[in-house]
């Protein structure tokens, strides 16, 4: 199997080259090299001609979308570029997947909706995005659905992993530096490790090549880590875990704020949480545990300062 992986670099990209070299030859690019990774193919993907270009010399069986404008504050001021990265990227890549016959995997978020529901999002419920950030997003999947190619969606919420940026590091960074902090409590999702998402993503992968010619379930699905906790939850439990491993030598003090006492420029969903029995029912999926995944993520950080 000939796969391009866009996004390489990234924290979901760099935990599925492992996986995605497991079934055939993986091309990566990306926009920028993830660190001390020479073999990182830097394009252009803001240039959606080049982007044509590169597909049509590459000629990949499944493309695998990991490329995203993920900075939901800053999107508000450069909705352009995020529409681009996000909507204009996935639209161009879709297209070309129609026209030759090709799969497209592509990633989604939960800031597709608005966080008003009182349960679990489904595939099937309404969206309507608060921000530019989810605004982009949810015009790539209607991008990806108009060009009527092969492809799988994968919606996911408040992913982490021991590189990148993401909510883990950066708790873990400001409790070295400071006594206490406050952190939001009226926000509720489904923190998700980047290698449960990747493992989730070789699996779909696996079933659609395994299934005979028989047209698998195309469309959005939604897949999280189970476990539904606010910031100020995730957070108790990133430092507990962090300091059993040896990160940190303190815990700090811990005040619970809501969102309004916190603005940001954007507006964030205040329930992200995403169901997941339709990726279990039609793919056998089940969502990995909070929080053994969060340990054997710390765990992997911690041995990693070892060396």
């Known amino acids: 199997m000939n796969i391009l992986l866009a996004g390489a670099a990234g924290q979901l990209g760099q935990e599925l080259l492992p996986r995605l070299q497991q079934l055939g030859q993986v091309t990566q690019v990306d926009r920028i090299a993830a660190p001390g990774d020479v073999a990182t193919r830097v394009q252009d993907l803001d240039d959606m001609n080049r982007v044509e270009i590169l597909l049509n010399r590459m000629r990949p069986d499944v493309i695998v979308n990991a490329a995203a404008y993920t900075a939901v504050d800053l999107a508000e001021d450069h909705s352009a570029m995020a529409f681009r990265i996000n909507s204009d990227l996935p639209g161009c890549m879709a297209r070309w997947s129609e026209r030759n016959g090709r799969t497209l995997v592509h990633y989604s978020t939960d800031y597709v909706f608005d966080g008003d529901a009182d349960k679990p999002y489904t595939e099937k419920d309404a ?7 989810g605004e982009s997003k949810l015009a790539g999947e209607l991008a990806i659905a108009e060009s009527r190619c092969r492809h799988i969606i994968l919606r996911t919420s408040w992913v982490y992993s021991g590189h990148g940026n993401n909510f883990v590091l ?3 960074r400001l409790a070295r530096e400071r006594p206490s902090l406050s952190i939001v409590n009226d926000q509720v999702g489904c923190p998700t490790w980047a290698r449960n998402l990747a493992a989730a993503t070789q699996s779909v992968i696996e079933k659609i090549a395994s299934n005979g010619g028989r047209q698998p379930p195309w469309g959005v699905y939604h897949y999280c880590d189970g476990g539904a906790v606010s910031w100020y939850e995730f957070a108790h ?71």
């Open 127 to 133: 969206t309507g995005p608060l921000g530019v950030y």
């Open 170 to 172: 950066t708790m873990l």
């Open 237 to 307: 439990m990133i430092f507990r875990l962090a300091r059993e491993a040896g990160l940190l030598d303190r815990l700090p003090e811990m005040k619970s704020v809501r969102s309004s006492d916190f603005p940001q420029k954007a507006r964030r969903p205040l329930n992200s949480v995403l169901d997941t029995s339709e990726i279990c029912r039609e793919f056998g999926i089940e969502p990995a545990g909070l929080e053994r995944s969060l340990k054997a993520c710390i765990g992997e950080m911690a041995e990693h300062e070892k060396k």
